[in-house]
């Protein structure tokens, strides 16, 4: 059995410190904004270069308080629903955080190399009532994010990344991040023993707005300034990702290294298409996906021999039942749709061995 992805390797190294951090949350029973939460938020912030750093219940929360810090005035004011430009391709968490920002999700096709959001898709997308645009960092190399600020400082647009897939990725020339959105889903590559996730931010006016969504519009207990959520960072998880972010540059150096040795060994096998890193990206390998014909017939071959390989993912947002209001049809997007019929992501993360890639590459030719 070769596992997607390996959480108990990673767990072993850092069992000790966590175990320790855990002693001493019990201990002072510091469950909710601990010393640990405001530690971590420092420590990320300087790990990806950026001012501030905003804890957050989950990463769907923070795409979604990101947004509303910069666009929305308080929830309970009625407004106009702007719009949200983004990736067709992407996890549906990114679109559904739009929505319940009260925004309207615009979708833009990805392009056919890197499957990331196409900057020409996206400015033919921006019309009257578009007000920001949310570029997807997917499988962990970023989008084009030259080209994104040049399209948002055109239009007046904010910008809002999804970076859940892309912590340690960088990104040469860049404009530097001015708000963005992280997730610290256990499988991401930053991981949590539960759901935890981040906003970053080089504005202290968004990271104040945003702390104080986080926690009941409220900076001094029961004075509340503005309505709020409850989706703080937990004290616990802070904890697991102070540990883990010790080691997560050295962890995504394996992962590029297990990309490389993925290229080599699948590079002879006719009928792979194998990702590819955008010039100037530091990829990251969130996941490594693949693109196959018969790709059903592929997977079913690979979880016969015990091979847990994924989909990332199978049915586009616009297809999917709980967007049907946006009145999408099939052929609205045929670089995302013609990709979902053909991606294949395989094993990666940093415990993979080299002998699993082999049995991985030569279950592979086997199966084309
Ligand atoms: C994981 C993920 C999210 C959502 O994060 P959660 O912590 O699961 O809410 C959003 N966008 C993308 C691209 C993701 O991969």
Not at 50 to 62: E, F, L
Not at 195 to 219: C, D, K, M
Request: proline share 8%.
């Amino acid at each position: 059995m070769i596992p997607f992805v390996d959480l108990r390797a990673a767990h072993a190294e850092v069992a000790d410190e966590v175990r320790q951090g855990f002693d001493r949350v019990l201990l002072n029973t510091s469950f909710v904004q601990g010393p640990d939460v405001a530690a971590f938020e420092e420590e990320f912030a300087a790990f990806s270069g950026v001012p501030h750093c905003v804890g957050a219940g989950n990463g769907t929360d923070a795409i979604e308080l990101a947004l509303r810090a910069c666009l929305t005035p308080p929830p309970h004011t009625d407004v106009t629903p702007s719009e949200v430009i983004l990736p067709a391709n992407t996890f549906v968490a990114t679109a559904e955080a739009v929505i319940r920002a009260g925004l309207r999700p615009v979708l833009a096709d990805c392009d056919d190399e890197y499957l990331l959001l196409d900057p020409e898709a996206a400015a033919s997308a921006v019309g009257p009532d578009t007000a920001a645009i949310i570029p997807v960092h997917l499988y962990g190399q970023q989008a084009p994010m030259a080209a994104v600020h040049d399209l948002a400082t055109r239009h007046g647009l904010a910008v809002v990344e999804d970076a859940a897939q892309s912590q340690g990725s960088g990104q040469a020339g860049r404009p530097p991040v001015g708000l963005a959105a992280t997730s610290f889903y256990p499988g991401k590559n930053l991981g949590a023993y539960g759901e935890a996730g981040a906003v970053l931010t080089s504005s202290p006016a968004l990271a104040r707005a945003i702390r104080l969504l986080t926690g009941h519009g409220s900076e001094v207990k029961y004075q509340h300034e503005t309505l709020g959520f409850n989706s703080r960072l937990d004290t616990l998880q802070a904890v697991v990702l102070r540990a883990k972010l010790k080691r997560l540059a050295h962890w995504n150096d394996l992962r590029r290294a297990a990309a490389d040795r993925y290229a080599t060994l699948l590079s002879g096998i006719e009928g792979i298409r194998l990702p590819q890193t955008a010039p100037g990206n530091l990829h990251v390998w969130h996941l490594y996906v693949i693109r196959v014909p018969e790709r059903d017939k592929v997977l079913a071959g690979l979880q016969d021999a015990g091979i847990q390989a994924q989909i990332h993912y199978p049915v586009p947002i616009h297809l999917q039942p709980a967007f049907r209001h946006l009145g999408h049809t099939p052929g609205d997007f045929p670089t995302t749709e013609k990709a979902a019929t053909e991606i294949l992501s395989l094993p990666l993360h940093p415990h993979l061995t080299p002998t699993h890639q082999e049995q991985i590459a030569e279950t592979l030719s086997t199966l084309l």
